[in-house]
């Protein structure tokens, strides 16, 4: 299940399960959308983006999905692994800028 | 081939010595970023470099940051008179291309994690 405690959100999943993390972000300007996964003691790493023309982009096994007019995003990891454990961020940008603006993380914990 | 590299990984220091933090980009990357990421929050942006040139340092926060990469290649985050609301990890990214590009190049080293007493 998913619980937002203290700290981070966490959502919690059997292996084989699919997964989704939301994100919700705050900037209309923003034109440029961007997934991390972060591991423990490591960098984020880059997984998908997405740019605001869009409303749907597919990678391997991952899928972002863009709704503008509620400022939401979300990711789903098909058929998760344990691998897949990490932290993960959005991240928004606004046009022709080059900081992204990284949202709260959700830490996802996938059960053998 | 390599990615980015940071040292020291770890770095324990006492409220109000001075410290300095190195970050190795990857060959031939011309931009490079800082970015410092407190415990459970997403990385918050320091400052970039392209090339040699600080070309935005609006997210140090206070001038005891400076950041310096006078070759274009290795840069140093140097924090002085540390605090410890200073405790933090500090991350590293670089990128081919010049900032603002269309599609996200960041290429993250490992951090830094600074815990100041």
């Known amino acids: 299940g998913e619980s937002v405690g203290l700290h981070l959100p966490t959502l919690s999943v059997q292996e084989g399960d699919n997964s989704i993390i939301n994100c919700a972000y705050s900037n209309s300007a923003s034109d440029y959308f961007i997934w991390y996964k972060q591991e423990s003691g490591k960098g984020p790493q880059f997984i998908i983006d997405?740019?605001?023309?869009?409303d749907k982009r597919q990678g391997q096994r991952v899928t972002v999905l863009l709704n503008k007019t509620v400022k939401h995003l979300s990711l789903q990891i098909a058929a998760t692994q344990p691998g897949d454990s990490a932290v993960y961020f959005c991240?928004?940008?606004?046009?022709?800028?080059?900081?992204?603006?990284f949202g709260r993380g959700t830490s996802l914990i996938v059960h053998p | 081939g390599a990615g980015v590299s940071q040292s020291p990984r770890y770095k324990v220091a006492k409220r109000g010595q001075d410290v300095a933090l190195r970050c190795d980009p990857i060959?031939?990357?011309?931009?490079l970023f800082w970015y410092q990421q407190a415990l459970g929050q997403g990385p918050e942006f320091l400052t970039y470099?392209?090339?040699?040139?600080?070309?935005?340092k609006s997210g140090l926060p206070s001038d005891r940051f400076f950041a310096e990469r006078p070759e274009g290649s290795v840069s140093t985050l140097k924090i002085q008179r540390t605090q410890q609301e200073d405790s933090a990890v500090y991350l590293c990214?670089?990128?081919?291309?010049?900032?603002?590009?269309?599609?996200?190049?960041?290429?993250f080293g490992p951090g830094t994690r600074l815990l100041v007493l």
């Open positions: 470099f392209q090339n040699e040139a600080q070309l935005d």
């Open positions: 997405i740019r605001s023309n869009m």
């Open positions: 990214a670089s990128s081919p291309y010049a900032g603002g590009s269309l599609q996200e190049t960041q290429y």
């Open positions: 991240a928004e940008r606004a046009g022709g800028s080059y900081i992204p603006t």
């Open positions: 060959s031939g990357h011309v931009s």
